[in-house]
Protein backbone atom coordinates (compact mmCIF):
# COMPACT_ATOMS: atom_id res chain seq x y z
CA UNK A 1 0.00 0.00 0.00
CA UNK A 2 1.30 3.63 -0.75
CA UNK A 3 0.75 6.46 1.62
CA UNK A 4 -1.92 8.21 1.66
CA UNK A 5 -1.79 11.83 -0.08
CA UNK A 6 -3.62 14.94 -0.47
CA UNK A 7 -5.62 15.05 -3.39
CA UNK A 8 -7.41 18.20 -4.46
CA UNK A 9 -9.99 18.87 -6.95
CA UNK A 10 -9.97 22.27 -8.33
CA UNK A 11 -13.56 23.71 -9.69
CA UNK A 12 -13.45 27.13 -11.34
CA UNK A 13 -16.21 26.47 -14.11
CA UNK A 14 -20.34 26.99 -13.87
CA UNK A 15 -22.14 24.27 -13.71
CA UNK A 16 -24.39 23.30 -17.53
CA UNK A 17 -22.01 26.20 -19.91
CA UNK A 18 -19.30 23.55 -19.92
CA UNK A 19 -18.87 19.81 -19.18
CA UNK A 20 -16.16 20.33 -16.43
CA UNK A 21 -18.61 20.70 -13.54
CA UNK A 22 -19.98 17.45 -14.11
CA UNK A 23 -16.86 15.60 -15.20
CA UNK A 24 -15.27 16.86 -12.23
CA UNK A 25 -18.21 15.19 -10.07
CA UNK A 26 -18.00 12.35 -11.21
CA UNK A 27 -13.92 12.20 -10.81
CA UNK A 28 -14.55 12.57 -7.44
CA UNK A 29 -17.15 9.65 -6.79
CA UNK A 30 -14.97 6.96 -8.70
CA UNK A 31 -11.80 8.41 -7.18
CA UNK A 32 -12.80 8.07 -3.50
CA UNK A 33 -12.93 4.48 -3.66
CA UNK A 34 -9.09 4.87 -3.14
CA UNK A 35 -8.15 6.02 0.01
CA UNK A 36 -6.41 9.27 -0.26
CA UNK A 37 -7.03 12.70 1.84
CA UNK A 38 -9.06 13.86 -0.55
CA UNK A 39 -10.66 18.29 -0.44
CA UNK A 40 -12.58 19.98 -3.30
CA UNK A 41 -12.34 23.83 -3.50
CA UNK A 42 -14.63 26.02 -5.52
CA UNK A 43 -13.66 29.38 -6.71
CA UNK A 44 -14.13 31.71 -9.37
CA UNK A 45 -17.26 30.70 -11.27
CA UNK A 46 -16.84 27.06 -9.79
CA UNK A 47 -19.19 28.83 -6.89
CA UNK A 48 -21.29 28.67 -8.60
CA UNK A 49 -22.07 24.90 -9.24
CA UNK A 50 -23.30 24.64 -5.28
CA UNK A 51 -26.20 27.43 -5.67
CA UNK A 52 -29.50 25.92 -4.10
CA UNK A 53 -33.09 25.26 -6.06
CA UNK A 54 -31.33 24.72 -9.19
CA UNK A 55 -34.03 22.97 -11.90
CA UNK A 56 -32.69 22.23 -14.83
CA UNK A 57 -36.40 21.06 -16.54
CA UNK A 58 -36.36 23.86 -18.50
CA UNK A 59 -33.16 23.15 -20.49
CA UNK A 60 -33.23 19.14 -21.12
CA UNK A 61 -30.20 18.47 -18.61
CA UNK A 62 -29.93 16.29 -15.79
CA UNK A 63 -29.42 18.54 -12.34
CA UNK A 64 -26.46 16.74 -11.03
CA UNK A 65 -26.71 19.62 -7.82
CA UNK A 66 -28.42 17.08 -5.49
CA UNK A 67 -25.22 14.59 -5.68
CA UNK A 68 -23.15 17.34 -3.96
CA UNK A 69 -25.22 16.26 -0.71
CA UNK A 70 -23.86 12.54 -1.05
CA UNK A 71 -20.56 13.63 -1.04
CA UNK A 72 -20.52 12.93 2.99
CA UNK A 73 -21.37 9.38 2.45
CA UNK A 74 -18.33 8.80 0.52
CA UNK A 75 -15.97 10.37 3.09
CA UNK A 76 -15.15 13.67 1.11
CA UNK A 77 -15.60 16.05 3.91
CA UNK A 78 -13.33 18.98 3.32
CA UNK A 79 -15.23 21.47 0.34
CA UNK A 80 -13.49 24.83 0.39
CA UNK A 81 -15.43 27.99 -1.18
CA UNK A 82 -13.48 31.26 -1.96
CA UNK A 83 -14.50 34.12 -0.23
CA UNK A 84 -13.99 36.94 -2.62
CA UNK A 85 -15.61 34.72 -5.36
CA UNK A 86 -18.70 34.49 -4.04
CA UNK A 87 -18.50 38.36 -3.30
CA UNK A 88 -17.39 38.91 -6.68
CA UNK A 89 -20.47 37.25 -7.60
CA UNK A 90 -22.92 38.49 -5.26
CA UNK A 91 -22.98 35.55 -3.23
CA UNK A 92 -23.21 34.74 0.13
CA UNK A 93 -22.74 31.37 1.77
CA UNK A 94 -27.17 31.05 2.18
CA UNK A 95 -27.36 31.19 -1.67
CA UNK A 96 -25.64 27.79 -1.44
CA UNK A 97 -26.51 24.09 -0.53
CA UNK A 98 -25.84 23.37 3.10
CA UNK A 99 -23.61 20.21 3.08
CA UNK A 100 -22.60 18.33 5.89
CA UNK A 101 -21.15 14.91 6.54
CA UNK A 102 -21.31 12.28 9.42
CA UNK A 103 -18.24 12.65 11.89
CA UNK A 104 -17.42 8.63 12.30
CA UNK A 105 -14.32 9.66 15.22
CA UNK A 106 -17.19 11.86 17.35
CA UNK A 107 -20.65 9.66 17.42
CA UNK A 108 -21.55 10.37 13.64
CA UNK A 109 -22.18 13.70 14.51
CA UNK A 110 -23.30 16.01 12.32
CA UNK A 111 -20.91 18.22 10.75
CA UNK A 112 -20.41 21.28 8.02
CA UNK A 113 -18.30 20.36 4.93
CA UNK A 114 -18.17 23.88 3.82
CA UNK A 115 -15.41 25.65 4.87
CA UNK A 116 -15.44 29.33 3.84
CA UNK A 117 -11.67 30.87 3.16
CA UNK A 118 -9.80 33.54 1.96
CA UNK A 119 -8.03 33.49 -1.41
CA UNK A 120 -4.64 33.85 0.77
CA UNK A 121 -6.09 31.15 2.63
CA UNK A 122 -6.71 28.90 -0.60
CA UNK A 123 -3.74 29.74 -1.92
CA UNK A 124 -1.67 28.45 0.74
CA UNK A 125 -4.05 24.98 1.30
CA UNK A 126 -3.67 24.44 -2.82
CA UNK A 127 0.21 24.53 -1.75
CA UNK A 128 0.22 21.63 0.66
CA UNK A 129 -1.34 19.42 -1.61
CA UNK A 130 0.05 16.93 -3.38
CA UNK A 131 -1.82 16.51 -6.20
CA UNK A 132 -4.49 19.39 -7.75
CA UNK A 133 -7.04 17.88 -10.21
CA UNK A 134 -7.91 21.33 -12.32
CA UNK A 135 -11.62 21.37 -13.50
CA UNK B 1 -29.33 44.70 -33.64
CA UNK B 2 -29.27 41.91 -31.51
CA UNK B 3 -26.54 40.73 -29.68
CA UNK B 4 -26.57 37.79 -27.54
CA UNK B 5 -24.06 36.47 -24.67
CA UNK B 6 -23.84 32.79 -24.03
CA UNK B 7 -20.53 33.22 -21.61
CA UNK B 8 -19.66 34.38 -17.90
CA UNK B 9 -18.51 37.45 -17.71
CA UNK B 10 -16.40 37.19 -14.96
CA UNK B 11 -14.24 34.19 -17.28
CA UNK B 12 -14.73 35.53 -20.54
CA UNK B 13 -14.56 39.15 -22.13
CA UNK B 14 -17.74 38.12 -24.05
CA UNK B 15 -19.87 40.73 -22.32
CA UNK B 16 -18.10 43.43 -22.07
CA UNK B 17 -17.05 43.36 -26.12
CA UNK B 18 -20.92 42.86 -26.13
CA UNK B 19 -21.40 45.85 -24.44
CA UNK B 20 -18.55 47.84 -26.19
CA UNK B 21 -20.34 47.33 -30.00
CA UNK B 22 -23.82 47.47 -29.00
CA UNK B 23 -25.32 50.95 -30.31
CA UNK B 24 -28.34 52.51 -28.75
CA UNK B 25 -31.14 50.77 -29.30
CA UNK B 26 -29.64 47.62 -29.46
CA UNK B 27 -31.23 44.60 -27.54
CA UNK B 28 -28.91 42.07 -25.44
CA UNK B 29 -29.85 38.70 -24.68
CA UNK B 30 -28.26 36.86 -22.17
CA UNK B 31 -28.36 32.65 -22.11
CA UNK B 32 -26.54 29.77 -20.80
CA UNK B 33 -23.62 31.02 -18.54
CA UNK B 34 -24.60 34.70 -20.09
CA UNK B 35 -26.78 34.88 -17.36
CA UNK B 36 -24.59 35.39 -14.49
CA UNK B 37 -24.23 38.98 -16.27
CA UNK B 38 -27.96 39.95 -15.27
CA UNK B 39 -27.29 39.73 -11.88
CA UNK B 40 -27.23 42.38 -9.44
CA UNK B 41 -24.87 43.28 -6.62
CA UNK B 42 -21.67 41.99 -8.68
CA UNK B 43 -18.28 42.91 -10.13
CA UNK B 44 -20.11 43.62 -13.56
CA UNK B 45 -23.53 44.48 -12.82
CA UNK B 46 -22.58 47.94 -12.56
CA UNK B 47 -21.68 48.01 -16.02
CA UNK B 48 -24.49 46.45 -17.11
CA UNK B 49 -26.53 48.97 -15.21
CA UNK B 50 -25.01 51.77 -16.85
CA UNK B 51 -25.79 50.31 -20.31
CA UNK B 52 -29.34 49.81 -19.61
CA UNK B 53 -29.97 53.89 -20.42
CA UNK B 54 -29.33 52.72 -24.07
CA UNK B 55 -29.58 48.98 -24.64
CA UNK B 56 -32.61 46.67 -23.54
CA UNK B 57 -31.49 43.55 -21.63
CA UNK B 58 -33.09 40.53 -21.91
CA UNK B 59 -32.26 36.66 -19.91
CA UNK B 60 -33.72 33.83 -20.71
CA UNK B 61 -35.43 32.10 -18.20
CA UNK B 62 -35.15 28.39 -18.01
CA UNK B 63 -31.14 28.96 -17.79
CA UNK B 64 -31.68 31.05 -14.63
CA UNK B 65 -33.26 28.26 -13.06
CA UNK B 66 -31.10 25.70 -13.78
CA UNK B 67 -28.80 28.23 -12.11
CA UNK B 68 -30.57 28.18 -9.23
CA UNK B 69 -31.01 31.93 -9.62
CA UNK B 70 -34.10 33.44 -8.96
CA UNK B 71 -35.93 36.53 -10.83
CA UNK B 72 -35.35 39.02 -7.68
CA UNK B 73 -32.07 38.58 -7.94
CA UNK B 74 -31.70 40.49 -11.21
CA UNK B 75 -30.25 43.93 -11.94
CA UNK B 76 -34.21 45.80 -12.23
CA UNK B 77 -34.98 46.47 -15.62
CA UNK B 78 -34.30 43.09 -16.86
CA UNK B 79 -36.38 41.09 -18.60
CA UNK B 80 -36.55 37.20 -18.80
CA UNK B 81 -37.82 35.50 -21.21
CA UNK B 82 -38.85 31.86 -22.50
CA UNK B 83 -37.57 29.94 -25.71
CA UNK B 84 -40.39 31.46 -27.25
CA UNK B 85 -39.20 34.77 -26.43
CA UNK B 86 -35.74 34.03 -27.94
CA UNK B 87 -37.07 33.28 -31.22
CA UNK B 88 -39.34 36.47 -31.32
CA UNK B 89 -35.85 38.35 -30.74
CA UNK B 90 -33.82 37.04 -32.94
CA UNK B 91 -36.96 37.31 -35.71
CA UNK B 92 -38.00 41.01 -35.26
CA UNK B 93 -34.30 42.16 -35.29
CA UNK B 94 -32.62 42.32 -38.68
CA UNK B 95 -29.63 40.46 -38.05
CA UNK B 96 -28.19 38.88 -34.72
CA UNK B 97 -24.27 39.01 -33.26
CA UNK B 98 -23.40 36.16 -30.98
CA UNK B 99 -20.46 36.86 -28.68
CA UNK B 100 -19.39 33.48 -28.11
CA UNK C 1 -31.42 -5.03 -25.65
CA UNK C 2 -35.09 -5.32 -24.62
CA UNK C 3 -37.36 -6.63 -21.85
CA UNK C 4 -40.40 -7.82 -22.41
CA UNK C 5 -43.15 -7.35 -19.10
CA UNK C 6 -46.42 -7.60 -19.48
CA UNK C 7 -46.52 -7.68 -23.44
CA UNK C 8 -44.75 -4.21 -23.49
CA UNK C 9 -41.34 -4.26 -24.75
CA UNK C 10 -38.61 -2.20 -22.32
CA UNK C 11 -35.37 -0.64 -23.75
CA UNK C 12 -32.22 -2.20 -22.08
CA UNK C 13 -28.27 -1.35 -23.09
CA UNK C 14 -26.56 -4.12 -23.58
CA UNK C 15 -25.58 -5.29 -19.87
CA UNK C 16 -29.45 -5.13 -19.00
CA UNK C 17 -30.06 -1.68 -17.48
CA UNK C 18 -32.91 0.18 -18.06
CA UNK C 19 -32.28 3.04 -21.05
CA UNK C 20 -34.90 4.86 -19.25
CA UNK C 21 -35.14 5.14 -15.56
CA UNK C 22 -38.96 6.09 -15.85
CA UNK C 23 -39.99 2.65 -17.53
CA UNK C 24 -39.58 0.98 -14.33
CA UNK C 25 -42.35 -0.95 -12.27
CA UNK C 26 -41.91 -3.74 -9.55
CA UNK C 27 -42.78 -5.86 -12.61
CA UNK C 28 -39.51 -4.56 -14.41
CA UNK C 29 -37.69 -5.55 -11.54
CA UNK C 30 -39.45 -9.05 -11.24
CA UNK C 31 -38.72 -9.68 -14.89
CA UNK C 32 -35.13 -8.98 -14.83
CA UNK C 33 -34.58 -11.14 -11.41
CA UNK C 34 -35.89 -14.18 -13.34
CA UNK C 35 -34.20 -13.46 -16.21
CA UNK C 36 -31.19 -14.45 -13.79
CA UNK C 37 -32.86 -17.13 -12.09
CA UNK C 38 -33.42 -15.21 -8.58
CA UNK C 39 -36.59 -15.59 -6.65
CA UNK C 40 -36.78 -11.69 -5.18
CA UNK C 41 -37.37 -11.95 -1.28
CA UNK C 42 -38.19 -9.09 0.96
CA UNK C 43 -34.90 -9.13 1.95
CA UNK C 44 -34.19 -7.76 -1.66
CA UNK C 45 -36.75 -5.22 -2.29
CA UNK C 46 -35.36 -3.84 0.96
CA UNK C 47 -32.30 -2.76 -0.91
CA UNK C 48 -33.75 -2.15 -4.13
CA UNK C 49 -36.13 0.03 -2.47
CA UNK C 50 -33.06 1.66 -0.36
CA UNK C 51 -31.03 2.52 -4.01
CA UNK C 52 -34.37 3.69 -5.29
CA UNK C 53 -34.64 6.05 -2.52
CA UNK C 54 -30.98 7.11 -2.57
CA UNK C 55 -31.09 7.67 -6.46
CA UNK C 56 -34.28 9.69 -5.98
CA UNK C 57 -32.42 12.10 -3.27
CA UNK C 58 -29.20 12.44 -4.62
CA UNK C 59 -29.15 11.52 -8.90
CA UNK C 60 -26.72 8.59 -8.20
CA UNK C 61 -26.35 4.96 -7.91
CA UNK C 62 -24.12 4.83 -4.78
CA UNK C 63 -21.24 2.90 -4.65
CA UNK C 64 -20.81 -0.43 -3.01
CA UNK C 65 -19.28 0.71 0.03
CA UNK C 66 -21.48 3.59 0.27
CA UNK C 67 -24.38 1.28 -0.06
CA UNK C 68 -23.57 -1.14 2.46
CA UNK C 69 -22.49 1.79 5.28
CA UNK C 70 -26.21 3.66 4.57
CA UNK C 71 -27.86 -0.13 4.52
CA UNK C 72 -26.08 -0.67 8.03
CA UNK C 73 -27.05 2.34 9.09
CA UNK C 74 -30.96 1.76 7.87
CA UNK C 75 -31.83 -1.31 8.33
CA UNK C 76 -29.38 -2.65 10.88
CA UNK C 77 -25.55 -4.09 11.23
CA UNK C 78 -26.81 -7.92 10.59
CA UNK C 79 -27.30 -6.08 6.78
CA UNK C 80 -25.19 -3.45 6.21
CA UNK C 81 -22.26 -6.26 5.26
CA UNK C 82 -20.45 -7.06 2.22
CA UNK C 83 -21.40 -10.85 3.15
CA UNK C 84 -25.45 -10.58 3.72
CA UNK C 85 -25.76 -8.15 0.08
CA UNK C 86 -23.47 -10.58 -1.79
CA UNK C 87 -25.50 -13.90 -0.77
CA UNK C 88 -28.44 -11.60 -2.14
CA UNK C 89 -27.01 -10.17 -5.50
CA UNK C 90 -24.08 -12.74 -5.98
CA UNK C 91 -22.97 -10.40 -9.06
CA UNK C 92 -22.31 -7.83 -6.96
CA UNK C 93 -24.83 -5.78 -4.34
CA UNK C 94 -24.00 -2.53 -6.22
CA UNK C 95 -24.21 -3.83 -10.07
CA UNK C 96 -27.49 -6.40 -9.91
CA UNK C 97 -29.46 -4.31 -7.05
CA UNK C 98 -29.20 -1.53 -9.78
CA UNK C 99 -30.40 -3.04 -12.14
CA UNK C 100 -33.30 -4.73 -10.83
CA UNK C 101 -34.02 -1.43 -9.12
CA UNK C 102 -33.81 0.41 -12.77
CA UNK C 103 -31.07 2.70 -11.98
CA UNK C 104 -28.08 3.16 -14.02
CA UNK C 105 -24.76 1.44 -13.46
CA UNK C 106 -23.18 3.05 -10.04
CA UNK C 107 -20.58 5.55 -11.46
CA UNK C 108 -17.03 4.03 -11.25
CA UNK C 109 -18.43 0.60 -11.91
CA UNK C 110 -16.66 -1.25 -14.84
Not at chain 1, 56 to 74: E, Q, R, V
Request: glycine content about 8%.
Amino acid sequence: MSEIKKFMYVNRKAPYGTIYALESLEVVLIGAAFDQDVSLAFLDDGVFQLTKDQDTSGIGMKNFSPTYAALGDYDVTKIYVEKESLEERGLTLDDLQHLTYEDEDDDWAEKDSIRLVTREELARIMDEQDVLLSF
Amino acid sequence: MLHTVNKSPFERTALQSCLGHALDGASVLLFEDGVYGALKGTGVSGEVAEAMGRVKFYVLGPDLRARGLREDRLIDGIQVVGYDGFVDLVTSHDNVQAWL
Amino acid sequence: MALEVNGKVIETDEEGYLANINDWTPEVAEAMAKADGVDLTENHWEVINFLREYYDEYQIAPAVRVLTKAIGKKLGKEKGNSKYLYELFPYGPAKQACKYAGLPKPTGCV
